[in-house]
T-cell receptor, first 112, second 116 residues
Framework: SQTIHQWPATLVQPVGSPLSLECTVE??????LYWYRQAAGRGLQLLFY??????ISSEVPQNLSASRPQDRQFILSSKKLLLSDSGFYLC???????????FGDGTRLSIL | GQQLNQSPQSMFIQEGEDVSMNCTSSSIFNTWLWYKQDPGEGPVLLIA?????ELTSNGRLTAQFGITRKDSFLNISASIPSDVGIYFCAGQLGDAGGTSYGKLTFGQGTILTVHP
């Protein structure tokens, strides 16, 4: 069966520090991958999506970037974190563009 | 971007009561999805609907894909305390939408509280 892993579960970072959140999927190949941010437990905002290795599309302009160095690995990064980057970050995958997405357990990011 | 209109925003009910929530959209979707999110966790898929008019059940949950393809509802029968959480609807165009890449459009969620 397929599983999705996100880490770390929680992260506290100072303003201006770099960020790297990792997401991996097991048990499937060539999945669609997605990064979301959720503020205050409501409303999921799509940040990035990828339909293949090295293919990244951004949905909103922001301080973050994404990369897909391997088929089942999706990384969310920042060179310098802002206070406004705080939130709950969720990774999701789907087998293809016609199937539902399945979410990881998320990373709670707090910026001090 | 586009958002779905999900209602109600919150519900406070007694254990054993039935619950109904719905989502409407100004545009059509090819797939409707319902997710539940517990505090501090990612959303979990409850029901997926692929065909206009489709009525699907998953235990005490029943969801329907509206005939117009612009709406969906979720019913929970005989609620129990573990039903507490946030319920999200989501619409998906899929490949038929051209370059949608399986992206989901989410409702703002319904917060469900169940009193024992």
């Amino acid at each position: 069966s397929q599983t999705i892993h996100q880490w770390p579960a929680t992260l506290v970072q100072p303003v201006g520090s770099p960020l790297s959140l990792e997401c991996t999927v097991e048990g499937t190949s060539n999945p669609n991958l997605y990064w979301y941010r959720q503020a205050a437990g409501r409303g999921l905002q799509l940040l990035f999506y990828s339909v293949g290795i090295g293919q990244i599309s951004s949905e909103v302009p922001q301080n973050l970037s994404a990369s897909r160095p391997q088929d089942r690995q999706f990384i969310l990064s920042s060179k310098k974190l802002l206070l406004s980057d705080s939130g709950f970050y969720l990774c999701a995958w789907s087998p293809d563009s016609n199937q539902p997405q399945h979410f990881g357990d998320g990373t709670r990011l707090s910026i001090l | 971007g586009q958002q779905l209109n999900q209602s109600p925003q919150s519900m406070f009910i007694q254990e054993g009561e039935d619950v109904s929530m719905n989502c409407t959209s100004s545009s059509i979707f090819n797939t409707w999805l319902w997710y539940k999110q517990d505090p501090g966790e990612g959303p979990v898929l409850l029901i997926a609907l692929y065909k206009a008019g489709e009525l699907t059940s998953n235990g005490r949950l029943t969801a329907q894909f509206g005939i117009t393809r612009k709406d969906s509802f979720l019913n929970i029968s005989a609620s129990i305390p573990s039903d507490v959480g946030i319920y999200f609807c989501a619409g998906q165009l899929g490949d038929a939408g051209g370059t949608s890449y399986g992206k989901l459009t989410f409702g703002q969620g319904t917060i469900l509280t169940v009193h024992p």
